[in-house]
T-cell receptor, first 114, second 116 residues
Framework: GESVGLHLPTLSVQEGDNSIINCAYS??????FIWYKQESGKGPQFIID?????DKRQGQRVTVLLNKTVKHLSLQIAATQPGDSAVYFC?????????????FGSGTRLQVQP | DGGITQSPKYLFRKEGQNVTLSCEQN?????MYWYRQDPGQGLRLIYY???????QKGDIAEGYSVSREKKESFPLTVTSAQKNPTAFYLC???????????????FGEGSRLTVL
């Protein structure tokens, strides 16, 4: 069935290294993608978004890449810091008529080692 | 400050009891959502509302009910028909179709429900 998923459930990186979190989606009708960060016991926080008419978008220390050919989304975090430790979710807006609600993947836990 | 307020943060209930989780937003958003999160898993959509007095079922609506009598409020009732209600419940809002929906959701801090 249609789904949003992640390749790795846990990613461990050294402080200062770059992190790459991957996400696959299967619905070619999806037109909007978001990355969220969730710290333990809290609600998800917006990190960065990208529309399907773009293939790259940069924020502060973060970059999202979208490859529509292979239906792949990635989040790159530069110079990873201990405060980046959290669970990261990708989400898609499938955009089909009448439903404007995000569908979330299962998440990747990022662990930053000092 | 503008935001989304969920209450209570922690809630315990006995089997067979209905409980209602509160969600209030002062962001003037048209659309509101309820998601459920189980340990180590992603968020699953329970119900959503794009406008006052209207709401639609999400992917796991069975055993839940909602109302949207005011723009600011979207309470969720977990009924006794929900077989496995212990979870972390997240409310969210977005500007919605009328406000030029970007798709971004703004989340509350969540309510953790435990069934004893």
């Amino acid at each position: 069935g249609e789904s949003v998923g992640l390749h790795l459930p846990t990613l461990s990186v050294q402080e200062g290294d770059n992190s790459i979190i991957n996400c696959a989606y299967s619905n070619s009708a999806s037109d909007y993608f978001i990355w969220y960060k969730q710290e333990s016991g809290k609600g998800p926080q917006f990190i960065i978004d990208i529309r399907s008419n773009m293939d790259k978008r940069q924020g502060q220390r973060v970059t999202v890449l979208l490859n529509k050919t292979v239906k792949h989304l990635s989040l790159q975090i530069a110079a990873t810091q201990p405060g980046d430790s959290a669970v990261y979710f990708c989400a898609e807006n499938r955009g089909y008529a009448g439903r404007r609600a995000l569908t979330f993947g299962s998440g990747t836990r990022l662990q930053v080692q000092p | 400050d503008g935001g989304i307020t969920q209450s209570p943060k922690y809630l315990f209930r006995k089997e067979g009891q209905n409980v209602t989780l509160s969600c209030e937003q002062n962001l003037n958003h048209d659309a509101m959502y309820w998601y459920r999160q189980d340990p180590g898993q992603g968020l699953r959509l329970i119900y959503y509302s794009q406008i006052v007095n209207d709401f639609q079922k999400g992917d796991i609506a069975e055993g839940y009910s909602v109302s949207r009598e005011k723009k600011e409020s979207f309470p969720l009732t977990v009924t006794s028909a929900q077989k496995n209600p212990t979870a972390f419940y997240l409310c969210a809002s977005s500007s919605g179709l009328a406000g030029g929906d970007t798709g971004e959701l703004f989340f509350g801090e969540g309510s953790r429900l435990t069934v004893l």
